[in-house]
């Protein structure tokens, strides 16, 4: 009896202070349950659908906590060698399942991209070309569950069941990833509404800009980004790493958030122009005083193959009390052969273009950029040239 006793005093002392996954008191749990899809004796096509959507239950940690979940596939229903690639992009063994990199955060549902599901088995298989596709392909997915510490590494990782589908592949052309854009967020960036989601993109938030000649990570797009512009004195803002989420991105000086408490806003001292650069890979954030006097805008405007070349004006991105605007930005359908360059309104003495598409830095006089059919959200900074064609 006193022994029962001595064990639920110290389960009860680990509660109270800080629970321990994998401790005698708070065991890694041995499984969870995928559920079994309600579509899962449909062929799922991966050209014509947009999302796989899976759910789940919480793994049970015995105490309150946010798991991040992630998605490993197969092709033949083993999961004994993860697919890893070295420096160079050479698949290293032979891998017979792969993680996706989209992940969910404390939610029991996803919703994952079908087209970067076919792109990631694509690679698992090894299919190089069109004629190595096959009509159709079992898939066999379970779910990765994960306590993230503030050291970035995993914890308490349990997997769940097996489910197996049947998709109809398709071919498409392997690229390395875009650049991961983060987003400015604050009191003097946009409309200074703080107003962190999805439709604030172009109103309240916006994206950093890639650095011209930088490299990104063919796999997670991290690199360099920088954003020139105006701030006023006594303003705030955050760098977010994921839209709609605040517990990750750059926070009081120039912290890293990777959840936990809120640090802070990052503060401006003395109004002027400065040059935020952030490198998304190691988190090193600086702020510094921008050199020279940008010339200030009245408008700035599209022009090209769907206009005439006429003048389309942009929006005005920063429009918070007091603001000096150097970001513009503008929604935007491109059809087929599309081509355009951003323009002083008019006149074309001041005018920027770049082989470069969907993002890039615009030369004055520089090339038109061709744009790909698809619904945008243009940002351009007017200072730098820089632009990013944001999908919708």
């Known amino acids: 009896m006193l022994g029962c006793l001595a064990v639920f005093a110290a389960c009860n002392t680990d509660v109270d202070s800080n629970p321990v996954v994998g401790s005698e008191c708070y065991p890694v749990p041995q499984t969870f349950v995928l559920n079994t899809p309600a579509y899962s004796t ?9 999302t796989l959507n899976l759910t789940w239950s919480q793994p049970n940690y015995g105490f309150p906590t946010t798991p991040v979940y992630s998605v490993e596939m197969s092709g033949t229903g083993n999961f004994t060698t993860l697919y890893t690639e070295d420096e160079d992009g050479n698949v290293i063994g032979k891998p017979d399942y792969v993680l996706l990199d989209e992940t969910v955060k404390g939610k029991v549902t996803g919703e994952f991209t079908s087209s970067e599901i076919d792109k990631t088995l694509e690679k698992l298989m090894g299919w190089k070309e069109a004629t190595d596709i096959p009509e159709s392909q079992k898939l066999f997915f379970r779910i990765k569950s994960a306590l993230v510490g503030a050291d970035g590494k995993e914890y308490g990782v349990v ?126 954030f600086s702020m510094k005083a921008y050199e020279g006097t940008p010339k200030v805008y009245e408008s700035i405007c599209l022009a090209g193959t769907f ?70 959200i243009i940002y351009f900074n007017d200072i730098t040239g820089q632009y990013n064609f944001i999908k919708k």
Not at 42 to 50: C, M, T, V, Y
């Open 159 to 284: 997997r769940s069941n097996i489910v197996e589908l049947k998709v109809l592949p398709y071919y498409e052309a392997l690229k390395a990833a875009d650049p991961d854009f983060w987003y400015m967020v604050g009191g003097c960036i946009g409309d200074g509404s703080w107003s962190n989601n999805a439709d604030g993109k172009g109103v309240s938030i916006a994206p950093l800009f890639a650095v011209d000649g930088e490299k990104y990570d063919a796999k997670t797009g991290d690199g360099l980004f920088e954003y020139v512009s105006w701030f006023p004195a006594g303003g705030s803002f955050k760098i977010l790493e994921f839209v709609g989420n605040w517990d990750y991105g750059i926070c009081a000086d120039g912290a890293y958030r990777n959840g936990g408490d809120d640090p802070g806003d990052i503060k401006v001292a003395d109004a002027g122009y400065y040059t935020i650069t952030l490198n998304t890979a190691s988190h090193e």
């Open 42 to 50: 449909q062929d799922i096509d991966l050209q014509k659908s947009k």
């Open 307 to 376: 206009n005439d070349w006429g003048d389309q004006p942009m929006s005005a991105f920063n429009t918070y009390d007091g603001a000096e605007n150097h970001i513009w930005t503008a929604n935007f359908t491109a059809g087929d052969g599309c081509k355009l360059k951003f323009k002083m309104a008019g006149s074309w003495d001041d005018n920027w273009g770049s082989t470069s598409f969907p993002y890039g830095t615009g030369k004055n006089g520089g090339a038109d950029i061709e744009v790909e059919p698809g619904d945008y």
